[in-house]
Nanobody, 124 residues
Framework: QVQLVESGGGLVQAGGSLRLSCAAS????????MGWFRQIPGKDREFVAT????????RYADSVKGRFTISRDNSKNTLYLQMNSLKPEDTAAYYC?????????????????WGQGTQVTVSS
């Protein structure tokens, strides 16, 4: 069972930056495709970014392309999301997820493990 713990959320002004981290509990992290998703109360979980087990095949939601960067450090069992030029519409709870596959995926149903989430609030 992989446990995922997100950190790095907070309150930031529009135009600012945040870096989210997701620490995984096991060495098996290095063999899993990973992703970031976000959710606003009352709405479905939304895809943000994903990458493969070795950090290739990165994909982004159109709404964050060019502003967010996903990366991973398998030696530290950690996934990152660098968020720049933040907008109020980026306000959400952000979740990292892992899947029992080496491939990236944009579909939340294809993920097997989820963190508890970290709140990002962008003020205008």
């Amino acid at each position: 069972q992989v446990q995922l713990v997100e950190s790095g959320g907070g309150l930031v002004q529009a135009g600012g930056s945040l870096r989210l981290s997701c620490a995984a509990s096991e060495r098996g992290f290095g063999s899993k495709g990973m992703g970031w998703f976000r959710q606003i109360p009352g709405k479905d979980r939304e895809f943000v970014a994903t990458l493969s087990w070795i950090g290739t095949n990165q994909r982004y939601a159109d709404s964050v392309k060019g502003r967010f960067t996903i990366s991973r450090d398998n030696s530290k069992n950690t996934l990152y999301l660098q968020m720049n030029s933040l907008k109020p519409e980026d306000t959400a709870a952000y979740y990292c997820a892992a899947r029992d596959s080496t491939a990236a995926s944009t579909t939340p149903q294809e993920y097997d493990y989820w963190g508890q989430g970290t709140q990002v609030t962008v003020s205008s």
